[in-house]
């Protein structure tokens, strides 16, 4: 995009009467930009131009704008260095404007964009969610191409026609290149373990915003899951545990793991919180109540299989232990969130209410469906 183009886009942008308008022409970068090559110069320019807009245009209350602009902003960032940095300067924001778990912790101010505010937050967060799957399938399916390498059937994988990933230039199959990719991916997923590290203080309703998070992080652990089991099984062939896996490990040891256990307890809690908010509820209200009952019943099932998948990543992390002589476990400690403890006493009053309510309920669907039966006339 040259100046004069740039210059256009931003006038159209700033004269749009409705947020419509400069979606549309934000539309219209997105798709042009498809057409520029990875790295190039004129790719620099639109990132260039993209970031002051997200930087220096107030948007207020548009969360529409707002998403699309962040949304741009990760889609050519990813395209032009593969760094996942933007998106832990979205979530410092975002965690900023929301707010933290804790209600005594004081938050350093963080206005890195201007597009975020307390409005456009949960927009912003969604796009974070979208682009963080995408990210970690990316690195998923070059691990998956990686373990492929030391297959013999194999052709190299890292062979495209158009370059797709920079990350995949490393070459043939020797020990010194897979080390230089297995760096590459554990600088990326540094980037979005910090981003996910914001995110789990970050004090999101139930719903959406609390669901998509915790199936962010399931996907987070389950990839450093398949990059440690990886690296065990191929351990005969490197010397030492890689710098950038060693520093990974320890950084979620030490910060990602029990902020997100501490999560997972704050999420329990507001659960519980709502579902003794809807047992205070009118029948009027049935649909809404039905409907967070619901949101709640998935959140309950997202949160085993987090644990799962964590407990999957220490288990081949205490493997790669064994193989390298080196405690990686260090900075790991049990969590209270683990302990899946059965109270007798609890579920037997939840049965009985669980019952009480069938019967109540079933009471009253027989008297809408049958109110008053007509006799049979006799012939």
Not at 43 to 71: C, Y
Not at 100 to 113: I, T
Not at 194 to 212: C, F, H, K, R
Request: glycine content about 6%.
């Amino acid at each position: 995009m040259c100046l004069p183009q740039q210059s256009l886009f931003t006038a159209a942008i700033n004269a749009s009467t409705t947020s419509k308008d400069a979606i549309l022409m934000l539309g219209v970068v997105s798709l042009l930009m498809k057409y520029l090559p990875s790295g190039s110069q004129q790719l620099k320019q639109v990132h260039s131009w993209v970031h002051g807009h997200a930087q220096s245009k107030e948007q207020g209350n548009d969360a529409p704008l707002a998403k699309t602009l962040a949304s741009l902003l990760l889609t050519v960032v990813a395209r032009q260095s593969a760094s996942a940095q933007t998106m832990e300067e979205f979530a410092q924001d975002v965690h900023y404007h929301i707010g933290d778990c804790d209600d005594d912790v004081q938050l350093e101010e963080s206005d890195q964009f201007a597009i975020v505010s307390k409005t456009t937050a949960p927009s912003v967060l969604a796009v974070l969610y979208a682009h963080c799957e995408v990210l970690l399938s990316d690195i998923d399916w070059l691990i998956a191409q990686l373990k492929s390498e030391f297959s013999p059937q194999t052709e190299s994988p890292f062979t495209d026609d158009d370059g797709a990933s920079d990350l995949a230039h490393h070459g043939t199959a020797s020990p010194t290149q897979h080390t230089g990719v297995v760096a590459s991916i554990c600088e990326q997923l540094t980037h979005v373990l910090w981003a996910m590290y914001e995110l789990v203080q970050t004090a999101l309703s139930p719903g959406p915003a609390t669901n998509g998070l915790l199936k962010c992080l399931t996907k987070l652990y389950n990839v450093m899951s398949n990059l440690v089991k990886y690296y065990a099984s191929l351990f005969g062939l490197f010397t030492h545990v890689c710098n950038n896996l060693v520093v990974l490990v320890e950084t979620v040891g030490k910060k990602l793991s029990p902020k997100t256990y501490s999560f997972i307890t704050y999420t329990q809690t507001i659960d519980e919180n709502a579902r003794l908010g809807e047992g205070t509820k009118s029948k009027t209200g049935k649909g809404k109540a039905k409907s967070a009952a619901g949101k709640l019943k998935k959140e309950g099932r997202s949160i085993p299989d987090l644990i799962f998948s964590m407990e999957m990543f220490e288990k081949h992390l205490i493997q790669l232990s064994k193989k390298s002589k080196r405690d990686l476990m260090e900075h790991f400690k049990r969590s209270t969130a683990r302990d899946f403890k059965i109270d007798g006493q609890t579920v037997q009053a939840k049965l009985s209410e669980n019952v009480k309510e069938e019967i109540e309920s079933g009471d009253e669907e027989g008297d809408e469906e049958h109110p008053n039966p007509k006799r049979l006339k006799t012939v």
